[in-house]
């Protein structure tokens, strides 16, 4: 890879890291950022939580692609290994949360299914590959090309509750939301393949394995089983 190739893509992958913080702003202006401005209701202490843990998350990921963008890759690696516990809060607030969630909707419509689709797709299409990203992630901090491409799709996955929110989409449309998170998955990987004139397998065998987890979660989450275990569980 050619100095010039290097500096473009540092600054893709630069980019990539505002425009998905950028569009978890913008899901969540509504009800978190800018909620004074629109009426929004007030959130009990665990949302704010959550809400700060996740900026925080997003934040952290700029700095670090900037600091490698910077060349500060001796920082980079500092705060890398402090944010695998931010990472862990991230994963158990979020968890949290989404059981919340899920039996507030099955106390507000107990025979709606959606309560433990949303959950299942949550768990495991959200926050099992995002932890299997970072756990990967930080065992291949010492390969770059392959480090960066992992916690890129991490954070490609964790981007459904934003996106359901987005003012242009309809809002909570699952199938919408799925589609549109494998289009940007799809076109962060094919434009890092356009750059670097090959298909990464970093990213050939992870944007496989994400979109293959939400298709096969959202089948699993709507099985009888599925529905009946969270029900038993949560109610």
């Known amino acids: 890879m050619t100095a010039l190739t290097r500096t473009v893509a540092h600054r893709f992958y630069y980019a990539v890291a505002w425009l998905l913080a950028g569009l978890v702003f913008l ?49 980079h690696r500092r705060l890398g290994s402090a944010g695998l516990l931010l990472g862990a809060l991230a994963v158990i607030l979020s968890a949290v949360v989404s059981f919340g969630l899920a039996h507030q909707g099955l106390l507000t419509r107990p025979a709606s299914r959606l309560p433990a689709l949303l959950l299942g797709l949550q768990l495991f299409a959200v926050l099992g590959a995002f932890l299997i990203r970072m756990v990967l992630g930080y065992c291949y901090r010492r390969r770059p090309d392959v480090h960066k491409r992992l916690m890129t799709m991490g954070m490609l996955c964790v981007l459904g ?59 699993f989450a709507q099985t009888d089983f599925w529905v009946g275990w969270v029900r038993r569980t949560i109610l």
């Open 161 to 219: 509750p934003a996106l359901t929110r987005l003012p242009f989409l309809p809002n909570h449309k699952i199938e919408v939301t799925i589609a549109f998170n494998v289009a940007l998955i799809l076109a962060v990987v094919l434009a890092d393949a356009f750059l670097n004139r090959r298909l990464h397998p970093a990213f050939a065998w992870g944007a496989g394995f994400v979109i293959g987890s939400m298709f096969v979660t959202a089948q």
């Open 27 to 75: 899901g969540f202006a509504r009800t978190y950022y800018l909620k004074p401005f629109f009426g929004a209701p007030a959130l009990p202490l665990l949302l704010h939580a959550h809400g700060i843990v996740m900026t925080l998350w997003f934040g952290l990921f700029i700095v670090q692609v900037g600091l490698v963008n910077s060349r500060r890759v001796d920082l």
